[in-house]
């Protein structure tokens, strides 16, 4: 059982837009920055979102992310069969005093 | 371009040990703290282990702690984890990765390809 909570699965149409949740507490998400990966099959973990809603140099705008409380939503617009992958949130859980992430949702790009 | 790579991986009994390796490059080993994170076959991401930048502070998950040891060297610009007392559950694909400054990262920009570790008797 992960402590970040994300939807086992997502899918949308190509074109189409899809949203992500990741619902945690006030000691990880509530109280520290939320990022975001894309793991591509048989590849390493890709950061998509950073600091709850920046993207790294090199990541289009089609990805977004926005914070509010203690869940946190990743976005992506314009989706592309190459979108097909599983993304997951994380973040530093300050009662744990540990890394911790979302189990994952596998996205469809029907 | 910043490059790490992880080695060190195997099959192992019950009980035994490993030490897995990171050579970093590409950019200042030594302003960037770092972090393991393992996903078992099928699974999700699980954060394993993390080192500031100077190896002052060091941060365990609680499923290792207790049995792994994050260490780097910055002359050498390489991370290593200790694993000792391993058990069939520790099985999964080791990553290196590349966090903030210090030993509580949120973030991690950088990856590597991931090293397999096999705990079976």
């Known amino acids: 059982q992960s402590v970040l909570t994300q939807p086992p699965s997502v899918s949308a149409a190509p074109g189409q837009k899809v949203t992500i949740s990741c619902s945690g507490s006030?000691?990880?998400?509530?109280?520290?920055?939320v990022s975001w990966y894309q793991q591509l099959p048989g590849t390493a973990p890709k950061l998509l979102i950073y600091?709850?809603?920046k993207r790294p140099s090199g990541i289009p705008d089609r990805f977004s992310g926005s914070k509010s409380g203690t869940s946190a939503t990743l976005g992506i617009t314009g989706l592309q069969t190459g979108d097909e992958a599983d993304y997951y949130c994380?973040?530093?859980?300050?009662?744990?005093?540990?890394?911790?992430f979302g189990g994952g949702t596998k996205l469809t790009v029907l | 371009e910043v490059q790490l790579v992880e080695s060190g991986g195997g099959v192992v009994r019950p009980g035994g040990s490993l030490r897995l390796s990171c050579a970093a490059s590409g950019f200042t080993f030594d302003d960037y703290g770092m972090s393991w994170v393992r996903q078992a076959p099928g699974k999700g991401l699980e954060w394993v282990s993390a080192?500031?930048?100077?190896?002052?502070?060091?941060t365990y998950a609680g499923s290792v702690k207790g049995r792994f040891t994050i260490s780097r060297d910055n002359a050498k610009n390489s991370l290593y984890l200790q694993m000792n007392s391993l058990r069939v559950e520790d099985t999964a694909l080791y990553y290196c990765?590349?966090?903030?400054?210090?030993?509580?990262?949120?973030?991690?920009?950088?990856w590597g390809q991931g090293t397999p570790v096999t705990v079976s008797s």
């Open positions: 006030s000691s990880n998400i509530g109280n520290n920055y």
């Open positions: 990765a590349r966090g903030d400054s210090g030993a509580s990262p949120d973030r991690f920009d950088y």
């Open positions: 994380g973040t530093w859980d300050s009662s744990l005093s540990a890394g911790v």
């Open positions: 080192i500031n930048w100077s190896g002052g502070s060091t």
């Open positions: 600091d709850n809603y």
